[in-house]
């Protein structure tokens, strides 16, 4: 089985195709500046890379010409689209409404748009992807995979925030959570890679990239997490600025003469790592610069460590212990140094660093010492899989069910 992965953006679209069962890619790309004038760059597996700016006026023609690349003659892993058995597309926000991967009908459509202002830039950028590949391939399965469905089975008392309640009932106000698939993946292989069960772990998992946030795993399911109504709550990040006191917006209207608007984008996109630092939102800029004496590039670091230690220590404190952290996504995935400064200080917890085991960058490893109680992993992620698996599990059960009918 072939499954094609798309997770389209406002302007950029990437994709991979791969097979579900062996978990062998094919190939995988990246569109960008869709309807400004148009880049692709796409890497067929044991090919010539095909790198070149070619016009895409919108997300139609960034599919065509993605069906154009994976079938091209040279650069091309397939003979035709039919090769092509389902698509998955990856959905940031499904409400309440979607707890579960969905296989794509107009009822589903229905509700993705229903979600639109919860999730204002993302979801329109989804649906645009969803319907240009519905246009090229109006007879192949489609299926959504959520950002946010891994933890709808977080309690009320996780999710509800100390504001009217009729801000819930009526606005659909409360926490959500993002990077579901992420933290969904790596919480299952840390069972497989610690041979046990997850049924019976209390993991701690740390999405460390531009975006950052922390879940509790516990027995399987996520039962709290980091971010909340929107990615701003929780860590602070590349550049947003994560859980601040909420009165700071209304005073820096008051005092800088800003818009609501302005400071929102200010606490997107000005904050976090770049707001602390002024030098960059992007970690390694910030090691190199803290390495040669900057200061406030030092700070921007300790503090987001600093704030990953107590998230680590309250996802002990929701699940009522913690038997494995888990690092993945850009940040976690590769500095060995921020991972060991994180951990500095949880050995209470029985989370021992092996500071040899811990030199290793993007490839799954067990960087605790032999002997620490609670084990710490590091375990890239794989959210394109997470989608693959989903697309090709609900298109069987599809096509089972018509043959019994
Ligand atoms: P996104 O949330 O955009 O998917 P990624 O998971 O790709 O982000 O993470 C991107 C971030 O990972 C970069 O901004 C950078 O800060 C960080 N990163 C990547 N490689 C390294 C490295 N070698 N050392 C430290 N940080 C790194």
Partial sequence: MKVLVINAGSSSLKYQLLDPDTKEVLAKGLCERIGIDGHIKHTPTGKDVYDADRYMPDHEAAIKLVMEVLTHNYYGVIKDMSEIDAVGHRVVHGGEEFTHSVIIDRAVMKGIRDCIPLAPLHNPANITGIEACQDVMPNTP???????????????????????????TENKVRRYGFHGTSHQYVSQRAAEMLGRPIEELRIATCHLGNGASTCSVKFGKSIDTSMGFTPQDGLPMGTRAGAIDAAITEYIVDQRGYSGKRVESALNKESGMLGISGVSSDFRDLEAAAAEGNERAQLAIDVFCYKVTKRIGSCAAAMGGLDAVVFTAGVGENSATLRAKIMEGLEFLGLKMDPEKNNVRGKEAIISTDDSPNKILLIPTNEELVIALDTARLVREQEAAVKED
Wanted: net charge positive.
């Fill in 142 to 168: 489609m299926v959504a995979v959520f950002d946010t469905a891994f933890h709808q089975t977080m309690p009320p008392k996780a999710y509800i925030y100390a504001v009217p309640y009729r801000w819930y």
